[in-house]
Every structure is written in C-alpha cells, then in structure tokens.
C-alpha cells in the first residue's frame, strides 16, 4: 500500500483503509500446488494412487500415478471465485465461503495429509515475513475428521491430516469453511499529522499497501496398506491406527 495524503476525520481515514486493502487485495489467488509421495507407490498391486485437491465442491489440482508415471496431472489456482459475491472487492472481517477438501482420484484407498500455506507477497512475489499470516484467517472445522500436526505446523504453515481411510472416488468433508482478512489489518498502519493554514494533513502509511494475499495448498496421499509403516516413510510422522483405520498422531 502507498502512502497517501488527505484531509480527512478518523472515520473517514479508517474507510480509506478499506479502500486501500480493497484495491490491494484483488486477484491476490496464488496457484496451489499438489504433490505426492511417491515411497509406496511402485510397491502397491495395483500401481495407482491419485488425489485431487477440490475448492468449494470444484476440482482444483490433481495428480494421478497411471502406468508407471504421473503424467495424469493439471494444476489450478485457489481463491478465483472468492470474490464474486461482493462484486470484487476485498472487505476485511467479512468472512467468505472457503472449503477446501480432497478427493481420492486413483484406484487404491488412501491416507490423505493437506499443508496449507499462508504469507504477505509483493507485486513481484517475493514473501515479507514481518507481515503475520495470522491475519489471514482460515475457519478450520474441529469436527470433519480432520486434525492439525501442532509439533509441526507455524503461523505460515499448518499441517492437518484427514484421519480416516480415504476410498476410492470419495472425497473428504472441508478441512475449512471460511476465510476472511482479519480486522486487526487496520491497525497495522503509521500515521503523521502535519497542522498547515488550510487545515490537518494526515498521512497514512499502511503495511500491507501494495502487498497479495498468499494461499496455497499442498497435498499428498499413501497407501494404507502397512499404514503406519507408510505414513512413517512418506510422512516422517509417527502414528497410531485404530482396527477401524483411523489415523491418529502420536505425541
């Protein structure tokens, strides 16, 4: 965001800064990008395992392991639709329709993980880390089977595995259900008064002035054959499965 300079009251200068965030804010979808582990792969009887990451009911990315290779592949982008609903413009606190899920799109059930990743990029795509992602804010579902790695998630990158068999042609519930730019964006903001004859200038300077908001996503999928064994190799992550398959972290 640039600096600009108004005479304007408090009220009005907070409008700006919606205004600001709008302009700044459109088109700010970065692509999602979708992985897989590949460890278990060749040693499955039959040799596909896929996964598609989906949007609010859309299929978004996909990657399928088909006869020896992943050609079977295409990338989307998240955030396109975010906001027809308010005609684009971006409104800060406004919580908007955000469901991210995934579907098992090969030909052996699976264990499904989701790493999400959150960041303030400039107009050139570089990553400002003094900017928190925590003000871009995910409403996570606690009740959908899916859980979030604390031990290795951070306020950039959050980790959550679905805890249940994944079969074939099914999808997951959302691991989330909205998102929205948090408030307290407002009050990262620098002001200077300066009293002149015809009145008070107030310059503004916001920090996210001139800045994206950055979602990706990345997903990857074992089998559950072996799954513990599996999820360790791939995964790295020591886990507990229940005689009903489910996925559970060990702490």
């Excluded at 088909?66 to 955030?79: A, F, M």
């Excluded at 559950?224 to 559970?248: C, F, N, P, R, Y």
Aim: aromatic share 8%; hydrophobic share 35%; charged share 25%.
């Amino acid at each position: 965001m640039r600096a600009r300079k108004k005479t304007w009251t408090p009220v009005l200068l907070l409008g700006a800064a919606v205004v600001l965030l709008l302009f700044s804010a459109v088109g700010s979808a970065r692509a999602a990008l979708t992985y897989y582990s590949e460890n278990y792969a060749m040693e499955v009887t039959v040799s596909s395992i896929g996964v598609t990451l989906t949007e609010n009911g859309k299929d978004v990315s996909f990657r399928n392991y088909i006869e020896d290779d992943w050609s079977d592949s295409g990338d989307g982008e998240l955030l396109l639709d975010l906001l027809k609903e308010t005609d684009g413009k971006l409104v800060p606190g406004r919580a908007y329709a955000e469901q991210i899920g995934v579907k098992n799109s090969g030909a052996i059930d699976s264990y499904v993980r989701v790493i999400l990743y959150r960041s303030w990029q400039d107009a050139d795509g570089n990553k400002d880390t003094s900017l928190s992602p925590d003000l871009i804010d995910l409403g996570l579902t606690d009740t959908n089977g899916w859980i979030v790695d604390e031990k290795a998630s951070t306020p950039e990158r959050m980790v959550l595995y679905y805890t249940k068999v994944l079969p074939v042609g099914e999808s997951t519930p959302p691991l989330c259900e909205t998102l929205r730019v948090h408030p307290d964006v407002f009050e990262e903001v620098t002001q200077e008064t300066t009293v002149t004859e015809n009145g008070t200038v107030i310059k503004a300077s916001y920090k996210h002035d001139g800045y994206w908001m950055s979602l990706e996503a990345e997903v990857d999928a074992v089998q559950t054959h072996s799954g513990q064994e599996a999820v360790k190799s791939a995964w790295g992550v020591d886990v507990t499965i229940a005689e009903d398959g489910t996925l559970g972290l060990v702490p």
